[in-house]
């Protein structure tokens, strides 16, 4: 279980990112936040692995204030949260496989992984990981090698083989097409109902956010301006969180190819 307790965050150049912020967000819900750029979605995401840090407030994650951990507590809190970038972050000159055992570093000795000594468990749960994203028969290929929507499987196969009990998604789809970003969108949302990993992605195509989140979260100028079931939410509601009328490119539409 994820708290925020009156958090909120001021940039060092004054810029407010979260402006005290309470909010619940339980184990297992998959959860998508909604904003304008700029509302804020990357600092609250960001601060829940303290890649940020709030600068008053507390901010519970299982049971502990994590706004007061430093070194040996970072490294362990990281360890189990699995995050996902809008640019994919995988080492483009490695492998696949490579790239996606890197998801063990947290559990292998600094020496070990120095000479990538992972173990054969290692190996076989990074290739499972492949297989349920289906990229499994791009194992010896470079990631560069990849298009946009296999890069990004590749690395949520990374973060499984992390095995997290809680994952973040910035912008995941930002970067690819609409049938890709739905194909995505399914993998990340299957993971969470068979795995119940309790999963927080942001989003700003409207329609996505309708599609696949259970609960909508919506932003502005660093607070939170609405928090409900994605079934009671409408045109108006984003209108709301906007606080501006839906355009044409706030949806993303498409399908995913078969
Ligand atoms: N490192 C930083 N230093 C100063 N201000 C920052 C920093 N990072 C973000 N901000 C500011 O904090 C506010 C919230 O930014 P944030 O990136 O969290 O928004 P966002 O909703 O994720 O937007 P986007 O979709 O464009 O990433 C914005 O005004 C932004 O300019």
């Known amino acids: 279980m994820i708290t925020f307790e009156n958090v909120s965050l ?39 692995n303290r890649l940020v840090t709030p600068t008053s407030g507390k901010l519970m994650v299982n049971g502990d204030n994590i706004l007061s951990f430093k070194g040996k ?15 994919y972050n ?16 947290g559990y292998t000795d600094t020496w070990k992984s120095i000479f990538h000594l992972f173990s054969e468990k290692d190996r076989q ?4 990981n492949l297989k349920r994203v289906n990229i499994e028969s791009k194992l010896y290929s470079r990631a560069d090698e990849l298009s946009g929507g296999q890069q990004q499987r590749v690395s949520i196969a990374r973060v499984l083989t992390q095995q997290p009990t809680l994952l973040l998604a910035d912008e995941p789809v930002a970067s690819l097409d609409p049938p890709t970003s739905h194909q995505v969108m399914k993998y990340l949302k299957q993971i969470n109902k068979e795995d119940n990993i309790t999963t927080i992605v942001n989003l700003h195509f409207i329609d996505m956010a309708m599609e696949y989140a259970d609960r909508i979260i919506g932003m502005r100028d660093g607070e ?5 079931p994605a079934s009671s939410v409408s045109e108006k509601t984003f209108e709301e969180i906007y606080g ?15």
């Not at 001021?10 to 909604?34: A, C, R, S, W």
């Not at 749960?125 to 499972?128: R, S």
Request: charged residues 25%; aromatic residues 6%; hydrophobic residues 40%.
């Open 125 to 128: 749960l990074a290739y499972e």
């Open 10 to 48: 001021v940039y060092p150049n004054g810029t407010q990112g979260l402006k005290d912020i309470n909010i619940q967000i339980n184990e297992g819900e998959f959860v998508v936040i909604v904003g304008l750029s700029g509302a804020g979605k990357s600092t609250f995401i960001r601060s829940i």
């Open 90 to 105: 995988l080492v483009k000159r490695s492998t696949v496989m490579k790239n996606v055992i890197a998801g063990r570093l």
């Open 244 to 258: 501006r009328s839906i355009r044409e490119d706030d949806i993303i539409g498409g399908e995913e190819h078969e």
């Open 224 to 228: 939170i301006v609405y928090d409900g």
């Open 73 to 87: 507590e970072l490294r362990h809190l990281r360890k189990k949260i699995g995050m996902i970038f809008q640019s």
